[in-house]
Structures are given as C-alpha cells and as structure tokens.
C-alpha cells in the first residue's frame, strides 16, 4: 500500500479544473491506498487574505472534499494549521534550502513580477510544501503539471537531509493525471483555468448554478472552423472543451469527435454544459448537507488526530538527526 498526500489552498471557490484535474482522481486512489487530503491554509496566507473569508474557504473546501467522494473511513482529511508539525518541519527544511534555488521557482517569479512590497512567505512557502508531503512518508503526490518544480525541490530537499544527517524521508514520486491535469480557462485557453482569475466567465465553479454554467460554456472563446476535433495548438478552445466533456462523460476524445462531426459548436457546447451540470449536481447537494453540519467538525477533528500521531512521529525523528533538542537520560 502507498502513502499519498495532497494539499489544497483554501483561497476562493474550487473550478471544475480542481475536481477534474485532481480531486475526481483522489476518490479512486483512497480504496488502495494510504491517502492524506490537506487544506493548506498556511500556504493561503502567503498572500493577504480576510480572515473571516479565509476560515469560510477552509470549511467550504473540506465540504467540497467529501462531497467529490472522499471518504473519511478510507482517507485522513485535515487542515494544515491544526497539525503544528508542518510549520516546526518546514522551518527545519527552510535551513537547508538555498536562496538561489528559492528565486528561481516560476510560481515565485510569476507572484511577484512587477510588486513592490512582496511578503517573504512567498520565497519560503516551497520548503514548508516539502514538509508537508515528507511528514508522511509519502511515495506519491499526485499533482497538476504546473507543482512539477516544486515536488523536484520537494525530492532534493528531502534527498540533501537524508545525505547530511540521517536517512529518514521517503523519496516522494510525482503523479499526473494522463487526461485532465491541466483545464483551461474559457476566455484565455491557452492559460490554466484560476479560482483567483478576474474574470468570472473564464472558470466554472464547483458551486456554480446550472443557468451560470451553460452560459459560461456557450460563451467559451473557441474559433470560426466549426469542426469539433482535437488540436490544442490551433484550436485550444475547442481541445479544452472535449477535454472536459470527456472526463465528465468517461467517453474517449476519440468518440466525442466521431459522435459531433459535421454538427457545429453549438450542439457540441450545449451537450458540454450539460455533462458538466449533471457531474457536479450530486457533489453540490451533498456540499450543502455538510458545509454547516457538525458530521464535518466530526470529520475534521478525526483527521487531525489521525495527521497529529503520523506527523508527530516524523518531526521527533527529523529534530533526532538534525541534534535539536536534548536526549533524556534514562532514570
């Protein structure tokens, strides 16, 4: 059985490029594996954020968690803050990272392009990432293609402490999904689909009703053709679309194209919408079920002790190697 671990920022409302890219694959993964679920509101807090909103964020997505078919008997789900193992460790791994190797991850780059006052969490947040997933001994961190530098600093991070004081962290490999790891935004579809995006036609949420759904894809930016078929180069609208349609639907891209040749955009993007109504329909009523209730609280205190006793047992570990501490005498 492999461990694995995921994490979540609670920051705005999860898009279908959430559920499809990586928490529909999660449901799967917990019946033979060891699975972790993490809403890493630490991360949340690199940037400001009102605190209010931040702690609705954390209910909201561990209620969208189970809701997607996470089941609590299966899987640990927890929040980030309430297992103080991740912010001692991560700590630990900030000794051992290098500026240089900090400054030159794209998300970091791209976060602080053009700003003046940038919050030094930015820089920092990688090493407590790799706390995150090494706390756990963790064998696979399922991921969108655009963590891939991260985890790389995740597996250096973990492979430089284990060379320079004890071998004690699992070398974690990196999984993406095949299909689906990266939806696209309708108005910009060569970008990846944001919760944080400006422009709210540009992402479906998971929350979204069905009339700001079916608007959404019938406004997809996609091109004059006509001709419904794979080409994320020249047609990266369309490509997209099949791509959600293909994963709500489990049909092949390969079918889809077949089944709306010669039919037009506008059957195709009707069809998409509906796909995507009748996907997210059961995961919304079970949503409002949960968000409020105290079977979450009940959920969330489990997973935290779960997390605690996991975690704990690795920090004491790591603190051993690295001579932190005191070593009791034995009376």
């Not at 919760?195 to 079916?214: G, H, P, R, T, W």
């Not at 489990?302 to 005498?329: I, P, S, Y």
Request: proline content about 3%; hydrophobic content about 35%.
């Amino acid at each position: 059985m492999k461990t694995i671990f995921s994490g979540i920022q609670p920051s705005g409302t999860l898009t279908i490029g959430n559920y499809l890219g990586a928490m529909k694959h999660f449901v799967d993964l917990q019946d033979e594996n060891n699975c972790y679920f993490c809403i890493v509101d630490e991360h949340a807090i690199t940037v400001p954020q009102d605190r209010l909103k931040l702690r609705e964020n954390i209910r909201s997505l561990a209620a969208l968690y189970l809701a997607s078919g996470i089941d609590s008997d299966k899987s640990t789900l927890f929040i980030q803050s309430e297992v103080s193992a991740h912010t001692q460790l991560g700590w630990m791994m900030q000794s051992i990272s290098y500026i240089g190797e900090l400054e030159r991850m794209t998300q970091f780059k791209d976060k602080t392009n053009g700003k003046e006052a940038v919050s030094s969490s930015l820089l920092t947040y990688p090493p407590l990432m790799a706390a995150d997933i090494l706390l756990y001994s963790t064998d696979i961190v399922p991921v969108g293609d655009d963590q891939k530098q991260h985890l790389e600093l995740t597996r250096n991070l973990a492979q430089r402490f284990n060379n320079k004081f004890n071998d004690i962290f699992t070398i974690p490999e990196v999984s993406i999904p095949e299909v689906g790891a990266r939806i696209m935004s309708l108005q910009e579809p060569t970008k990846k689909m944001s919760k944080s995006d400006v422009n709210v036609k540009a992402s479906i949420f998971m929350l979204d009703d069905e009339k700001k759904i079916e608007k959404k894809i019938k406004s997809a930016v996609t091109d004059s053709e006509g001709i419904v078929t794979f080409d994320k180069e020249n047609k990266p609208g369309i490509s997209n679309l099949l791509t959600i349609h293909a994963i709500c639907t489990g049909q092949s891209i390969k079918q889809l194209v077949e089944r709306y040749d010669g039919k037009g955009y506008g059957e195709f993007k009707q069809d998409t919408a509906d796909a995507v109504i009748k996907t997210l329909k059961p995961i919304q009523d079970r949503y409002y079920q949960l968000v409020e209730s105290q079977e979450l609280d009940d959920i969330l205190d489990k997973g935290a002790e779960k997390a605690n006793f996991a975690a704990t047992k690795m920090l004491v570990k790591a603190k051993k190697a690295m001579g932190l501490g005191r070593v009791k005498k034995k009376k």
